[in-house]
């Protein structure tokens, strides 16, 4: 046991010796620059800075508009494949959205080539489609609004077989 403790003791020694004779050297060859590095920064810097939100962001529209008007709109769907395939609005763009990654831009061309003139209208949960149709809205594309929280779009869905 004694044996063991001993041999602890002089790795635990040995690897401070290694820190030291390291720290030494680093700080011998910073002495030596020129233009030595500083220990401290001058100013005090951000480590994380919130994105700015783009000046062009998406309006609500309502459940009653939507239905009122359906030529008048081009529906995307920002809901995942699987939850697509399961059911989806007649005509809707499929657009899987993970909020962490903007839409490319090749996914916008193909949003405008099938929305033509008409205005588009993100759905599936509020938030993600609040946030696609800001990231579309701040991509360029004019006239994009969501789904406000309180129309439930579900109700668009044909019925099933009965």
């Given at each position: 046991m004694m044996s063991r403790c001993n041999s602890m003791g002089r790795l635990l020694f040995r690897s401070f010796l290694v820190f030291a004779f390291s720290t030494?050297?680093?700080?011998?060859?910073?002495?030596?620059r020129p233009d030595s590095l500083r220990w401290v920064a001058d100013a005090e810097y951000e480590i994380y800075d919130d994105c700015p939100e783009g000046e062009d962001s998406a309006s609500a529209v309502t459940l009653d508009e939507l239905v009122e008007n359906p030529s008048y709109f081009f529906v995307v769907d920002s809901r995942s494949p699987e939850d697509y395939a399961a059911g989806h609005i007649e005509g809707a763009f499929s657009l899987p959205y993970d909020?962490?990654?903007?839409?490319?831009?090749?996914?916008?061309?193909?949003i405008l080539e099938a929305a033509g003139e008409?205005?588009?209208?993100?759905?599936?949960?509020?938030?993600?489609?609040?946030?696609?149709?800001?990231?579309?809205?701040?991509?360029?594309?004019?006239?994009?609004?969501?789904?406000?929280?309180?129309?439930?779009?579900?109700?668009?869905?044909?019925?099933?077989?009965?």
């Open positions: 030494a050297v680093a700080v011998a060859v910073n002495a030596g909020p962490l990654f903007s839409v490319d831009e090749e996914e916008v061309e193909k008409k205005t588009i209208v993100v759905i599936g949960d509020t938030l993600t489609a609040r946030l696609l149709a800001n990231d579309l809205a701040s991509q360029g594309l004019d006239f994009v609004h969501y789904l406000e929280e309180d129309g439930d779009w579900r109700t668009l869905l044909p019925a099933g077989p009965e």
